[in-house]
């Protein structure tokens, strides 16, 4: 079936570090897919998507890339600020769908 | 703003009470959908809208009751609920169904007692 695996959270990091949130997925096809952020008391917002192999996806510093051969979006961003703090959610969409990991919660302290 | 609005915020229920939770687009959207979302897992389709039509109703029990008059409102109406139905319940709409982009609004904190 799909599915979407993220890392375990919390990843604690200090500002200006170097961020990885690692997401693979499994399914059948060539999905699109997402990354959400959901920041403390809101719902979740696009953060950037990728809709075929090697796109890169990119928004306020974030980036990601659809890697077919992998099966994986990882997320990175190059310096981490404190309100980057929030939970961050790797989605796949299929068949009308969007199928979510379980989210891996950031914080960034300074 | 996300163009998408939920009342209440938060809600307390009993497991003996009827409430109803809203959901309001203001982006010309023709799909909606309600998602449940608990502590450690991943977010939980419940049910999808698309020009008012249900389209998915994805095992939801018969407590949770959706309405959709049309495309700019969707509502979850809920009685007898059980503790364990306590959890963020979030709306989100998209121009489509299909590989659209969701907006989600900022969701209703439910607790059942």
């Known amino acids: 079936g799909n599915s979407v695996t993220q890392m375990e959270g919390p990843v604690t990091l200090s500002e200006e570090a170097f961020l990885t949130i690692n997401c693979t997925y499994t399914a059948t096809g060539y999905p699109s897919l997402f990354w959400y952020v959901q920041y403390p008391g809101e719902g979740l917002q696009l953060l950037l998507k990728?809709?075929?192999?090697?796109d890169k996806g990119s928004n306020k510093g974030f980036e990601a890339t659809y890697r077919k051969e992998t099966t994986s979006f990882h997320l990175e961003k190059g310096s981490v600020q404190v309100s980057d703090s929030a939970v961050y959610f790797c989605?796949?969409?299929?068949?009308?769908?969007?199928?979510f990991g379980t989210g891996t919660r950031l914080q960034v302290f300074p | 703003e996300t163009g998408v609005t939920q009342t209440p915020r938060h809600l307390v229920m009993g497991m003996t009470n009827k409430k109803s939770l809203k959901c309001e687009q203001h982006l010309g959207h023709n799909a909606m959908y309600w998602y449940k979302q608990s502590a450690k897992k991943p977010l939980e389709l419940m049910f999808v809208?698309?020009?008012?039509?249900?389209?998915e109703n994805n095992s939801v029990p018969s407590r949770f009751s959706p309405e959709c008059p049309n495309s700019s409102h969707l509502f979850l109406h809920l009685h007898t609920l059980q503790p364990e139905d306590s959890a963020l319940y979030l709306c989100?709409?998209?121009?489509?169904?299909?590989?659209?982009?969701?907006?989600f609004g900022p969701g209703t904190r439910l607790l059942v007692l």
């Open positions: 989605a796949l969409s299929r068949t009308d769908k969007l199928i």
């Open positions: 809208y698309n020009f008012k039509e249900q389209t």
């Open positions: 990728a809709t075929k192999a090697d």
């Open positions: 989100a709409s998209s121009q489509d169904l299909g590989l659209e982009t969701q907006y």
